[in-house]
């Protein structure tokens, strides 16, 4: 079965200090997709990364692929509260469906 | 265009019932997949059909089903429930089936089962 961790599970900071969130496997995954979640509302799509060791910037958000496409991470620069919310990262397995991490809970506090 | 509708958005059943969830896509997707999320197991994922057919399924009992309609809007049900089918059911359409393209969910069905 192949697993994704997400670490840390829960990260509270104050407004305007930077983070990284970390999505990590002993799989192998063809793709990999950042999703952000908000109470009350279903998972939307942040940005999808295919080759190993690619880097995708999304305004303040970095996104990177492990060389090996076995983990991936989440930079945010200067985080702000509208960034609260449900991190997931999910990895495409090549069986036709996807695998989620359990998430991580960001909370920017004013 | 309009998104994921997914109803209902909240229920409340007994252990031993049965439910039925249901979800219409983005109009033009055809691929239909449900997930099934909990504080404790995150997202876990239940099956996917396109074009009325189930293509893939996750590991869960088989008390859990689904089929897809000719206008891909999709149902799920979940019979004899247990406590543990309490969780935030979601629904996401998408375009293609795979490679793995942009997932769009619904806001889910919440359900208690009490």
């Known amino acids: 079965t192949q697993l994704l961790e997400q670490s840390p599970q829960f990260l509270s900071i104050q407004e305007g200090e930077n983070l990284t969130v970390y999505c990590n496997s002993s799989?192998?995954?063809?793709?990999l997709q950042w999703y952000r979640q908000e109470p009350g509302e279903g998972p939307v799509l942040l940005v999808t990364?295919?080759?190993?060791?690619e880097v995708k910037k999304l305004k303040r958000l970095t996104f990177q692929f492990g060389d090996a496409r076995k983990d991936s991470s989440l930079h945010i620069t200067a985080a702000q509260p509208g960034d609260t919310g449900l991190y997931l990262c999910?990895?495409?397995?090549?069986?036709?469906?996807?695998?989620f991490g359990q998430g991580t809970r960001l909370t920017i506090n004013p | 265009k309009a998104g994921v509708t997914q109803t209902p958005r909240y229920l409340i059943k007994t252990r031993g019932q049965q439910v039925t969830l249901s979800c219409s896509p983005i109009?033009?997707?055809?691929?239909v997949s449900w997930y099934q999320q909990t504080p404790g197991q995150g997202l876990q994922f239940l099956f996917e059909?396109?074009?009325?057919?189930?293509?893939n399924k996750g590991n869960f009992p088989g008390r859990f089903s689904g089929r897809q309609f000719s206008n891909s809007r999709s149902e799920m049900n979940v019979s004899t429930l247990e406590l543990g089918d309490s969780a935030l059911y979601l629904c996401?359409?998408?375009?293609?089936?795979?490679?793995?393209?942009?997932?769009?969910f619904g806001e889910g069905s919440r359900l208690t089962v009490l």
């Open positions: 996401a359409s998408s375009l293609s089936r795979w490679p793995t393209g942009e997932l769009f």
């Open positions: 799989s192998v995954f063809s793709s």
């Open positions: 990364v295919v080759t190993g060791g």
């Open positions: 999910a990895g495409d397995s090549g069986a036709q469906k996807l695998v």
């Open positions: 109009s033009g997707h055809r691929s």
């Open positions: 059909y396109f074009s009325e057919t189930q293509r």
